[in-house]
């Protein structure tokens, strides 16, 4: 990955990370483990990978992301509102009465979200609907997908990988985040869906395991997943939830809660240093 | 009715939606394994290349039919009223009704007369679950003309609609030639100056009240018939002016007493116009194997057991 990208979206993800503790601190309520968590990858697609435009949020040519795991909402609608689809203020109004921001996202409210989610294993249904959509018309458009590790406890999730998987739609790429955390606590002692990559594979697809910290090994998963024809891929990444801010990383009881005023604090300052040090190490760099 | 030719609504269906695909080439259809039955195969059979099977994963459908809609195709997705509004009820509200994406559920072999395949299959409640939806709405054709005519005029229409057929052949009344299908409008078949009740029937039920009408006259008792087809939004000018005008209503429906056009019917006549109300359909119970005709028999979902209800109604 080139080096001036890299450290692009590394400060763009920090900024991105802010604006999840912005939204979910001014609500009162939210999901900021997860939407932190995911944070790197949903920043590389929006910033490095997908054809979207804050202009064209109708192109019927656009690359598409279904946000399976709806209750990141924060971390999509900071991302939207970095790329410039709406004004990054706006991020503060977040689950207020009178906002486009609502507490899981709706399409044709917000600006660049293309589907409505919020009820968990959904997504990935409407995400199959439009590759196949790609497929009858040929059209050049990727659809992308976000799956949490608990949310692949619904069946429906495997309806749709059936579905994905034999009707070839190699134009779908899923994200399973694979944070180990769930709400009411680890995967493995509330219902294990392990193994996952065994599980898509089984399923007829594509699996491509990485950490998803790191943007090198993300642009490699995406870039080998455009390669592979006939299969839909599933790009299986470890994350952190809550990743960057360190009093919630790893903890499930940041799944679905707001920091106070002096958490809120500490996290600004955080996410705040972890920005002055990436912008300073970019103008040292030259 | 006895003379006139019967046809199911299913297979109505199925030829519309090869009718329709000459209109609209961005047709897509989708069925859960159950494309012979709801008779998509009909339409498979013409474009094969249109239609996609989903296997047996009903919830896992109505989201690819939402997804498929969201890129602007036109998208029907059948399988049986038991399986669509009941076991998808919630991908239907969340990933279709909220959003208010087009999609097209033709749902098949609803209410009592499936018949054999007995309770587990016989949908009486389809009706109750998809009114609550806000911004669906939901078809019930009353014969092949009406059907037909439903699913060409509901493509035109830009909205999620719940379209309801029947498995059992019901009598053709409808002329293809005059009929005209209204979205949202009911249908007098039968009124005079001075009726005494109005029976407001919807599906299967509609020419088992004109039949019971006919009798009822013969007794000397003049009752009006709506058909209502369109279920929500519900025809409430029609229904008023049928409360005001006759004084006792009889709402006749292949469905449960619960949630479906009785009650719709009793929610807008209890407002704005109180007059008794009387509902005939499936009382709160389930229903078993047995043919379709001496099924409906049973649950008094003929001629007669309107009659029966009307006369409860007019000796209010």
């Known amino acids: ?286 | 009715m006895a003379d006139l030719v019967k046809k199911a609504t299913r297979d109505s269906y199925g030829e519309a939606l090869v009718e329709l695909y000459k209109k609209r080439s961005d047709l897509i259809v989708l069925d859960a394994d159950v494309a012979g039955a709801t008779k998509t195969g009909t339409f498979k059979k013409a474009h094969p290349d249109r239609h996609f099977n989903c296997g047996i994963q009903e919830a896992n459908m109505m989201g690819v039919a939402a997804g498929l809609a969201s890129t602007g195709k036109l998208v029907f997705a059948s399988t049986f009223a038991m399986f669509a509004a009941g076991r998808a009820f919630e991908i239907v509200r969340n990933s279709i009704g909220y959003p208010r994406l087009n999609v097209k559920i033709g749902a098949t072999h609803a209410g009592i007369s499936v018949g054999e395949d007995g309770a587990s299959h016989q949908c009486c409640e389809d009706i109750a679950l998809m009114r609550t939806i806000p911004g669906m709405t939901v078809i019930n054709p009353a014969d092949d003309t009406e059907a037909k005519a439903a699913v060409l005029a509901m493509a035109d229409y830009d909205g999620p609609t719940y379209l309801r057929f029947g498995r059992l052949p019901v009598p053709v009344f409808n002329a293809p030639a005059s009929y005209k299908f209204e979205v949202g409008k009911g249908v007098t078949l039968r009124a005079s100056e001075n009726d005494d009740v109005t029976i407001i029937a919807t599906g299967l039920l509609v020419s088992s009240a004109i039949e019971a009408a006919e009798e009822l006259a013969k007794q000397g008792v003049k009752a009006r018939v709506i058909n209502i087809h369109t279920i929500k939004p519900l025809d409430t000018e029609l229904v008023l002016k049928a409360a005001r005008e006759t004084g006792k209503i009889v709402v006749a429906e292949e469905h449960s007493v619960i949630g479906g056009l009785g009650s719709a019917v009793a929610d807008v006549v209890s407002e704005k116009c109180p007059v008794p109300v009387i509902k005939l359909g499936v009382n709160d119970t389930f229903g078993h194997s047995g043919p379709a005709v001496p099924l409906l028999e049973e649950f008094g979902l003929t001629a007669k057991g309107i009659i029966e209800k009307v006369k409860i109604a007019v000796n209010k």
């Open chain 1, 1 to 286: 990955m080139d080096k001036e990208l890299k450290k692009r979206l590394e400060i763009t993800a920090a900024k991105v990370r802010l604006g999840i503790i912005e939204g979910v601190y001014n609500a009162k309520s939210g999901h900021p483990g997860g939407s932190l968590g995911f944070a790197d990858t949903l920043t590389y697609l929006y910033m490095a990978r997908m054809n979207v435009s804050p202009d064209k949020t109708n192109e019927p040519d656009r690359d598409r992301f279904v946000l399976s795991k709806g209750h990141n909402a924060p971390v999509l609608y900071s991302v939207l509102a970095h790329r410039g689809f709406f004004p990054v203020d706006e991020l503060k109004t977040l689950r207020k009465i009178g906002s486009r921001l609502q507490g899981h996202p709706v399409m044709g409210k917000v600006p660049g979200v293309d589907y409505s989610t919020g009820s968990l294993g959904q997504g990935i249904s409407g995400a199959c609907g439009m590759a196949l959509a790609g497929k009858i018309d040929g059209a050049p458009y990727r659809v992308y997908t976000a799956l949490g590790d608990g949310e692949i406890q619904e069946g429906q999730v495997w309806e749709a990988a059936m579905f994905a998987a034999h009707y070839g739609l190699d134009n779908l790429t899923a994200v399973v985040d694979n944070n180990n955390l769930q709400i009411d606590g680890p995967i493995t002692e509330v219902m294990s869906p392990y193994p996952i990559d065994e599980k898509f594979k089984a399923f007829g697809w594509h699996v491509i395991c990485i950490d998803g910290h790191d943007f090198e090994q993300i642009e490699a998963a995406f870039d080998e997943a455009e390669k592979i024809s006939g299969k839909p891929v599933a790009i299986i990444q470890k994350t952190v939830k809550g990743k960057n801010v360190s009093f919630m990383e790893n903890k499930a009881e940041w799944h679905g809660a707001a920091p106070n005023d002096e958490q809120y604090k500490i996290a600004v300052s955080e996410l705040q240093a972890r920005i002055d040090e990436l912008e300073k190490e970019g103008t040292g760099n030259g």
